[in-house]
């Protein structure tokens, strides 16, 4: 995996909740363990497989599998309890993994998962710890994209990149700084005088579309 670029110390804070691209989860891991965070994830996955991938055993498991430990995602009240739980007396980073915010609005009014989002933005503000959640805000459903942009606007990107995105942004930055170029010549070529016959569409003659007028 791809080493995180370092952030600076005041890039991320306490008591604010972020959002970040599927890409970015190792580094919220990364930062966890690095600022001694006890990361909480609420999940898809099973807990033995987040243990290896990411060294935790700190995680809820979105599952309607109860009998092998999983917490049903329709039961919010009781993955807000836990949570609270997480919140006191530590240092923590909770954290919504892969999908896990998308699999609780299938259960849920989806009002009902924003409100538990709102209603953490604000307990964590009150305590210091710190939310970060995976928010498919290209989702194909067009009202959770809505619901799910709009409270993306109330809080912030996730700071950190990896080697791999930190250079997918300055090919990003340079490509439109390249298009800035072309616009700019496009925007001079503009200002000349039109050519006798420019704009006038191509006459039609049997035989091909468009096609040059014959000479008499």
């Known amino acids: 995996m791809s080493e995180p670029v370092q952030a600076k ?3 991320i804070k306490a008591g604010r909740f972020y959002h970040f691209r599927d890409t970015q989860e190792q580094s919220v891991y990364d930062w966890a363990k690095e600022n001694q965070r006890v990361p909480f994830t609420i999940t898809r996955v099973v807990p033995e497989e987040v243990e290896a991938a990411y060294g935790t055993n700190e995680s809820l498991w979105l599952s309607t599998r109860k009998d092998e430990g999983g917490v ?3 039961e919010l009240a009781r993955i807000k309890g836990e949570i609270d739980k997480k919140l006191e ?3 923590s980073l909770i954290l919504f993994g892969k999908g896990s915010v998308d699999y609780l ?6 009002k009902s998962v924003v409100s538990l989002l709102e209603t953490l933005a604000d307990d964590i503000y009150k305590t210091g710890n710190i939310v970060a959640s995976e928010i498919d805000l290209g989702s194909e459903d067009v ?6 942009k709009s409270f993306c606007r109330t809080i912030q990107g996730w700071p950190i990149l990896s080697a791999e995105e930190q250079a997918e942004k ?3 930055k340079e490509f439109v700084d390249s298009l800035d170029v072309l616009l700019e010549k496009k ?7 039109p050519m006798e016959n420019e704009g006038k569409p191509a006459p039609f ?3 091909g579309w468009p096609a040059k007028e014959k000479k008499q």
């Open 9 to 11: 110390p005041a890039e």
């Open 72 to 74: 049903p995602p329709a």
């Open 89 to 91: 007396g530590q240092k």
């Open 105 to 110: 609005a299938n259960f849920n009014e989806l």
């Open 143 to 148: 009202n959770r994209r809505a619901a799910y």
């Open 170 to 172: 300055e090919e990003d």
């Open 187 to 193: 925007a001079k070529l503009s200002n000349k005088q």
């Open 205 to 207: 003659i049997e035989g």
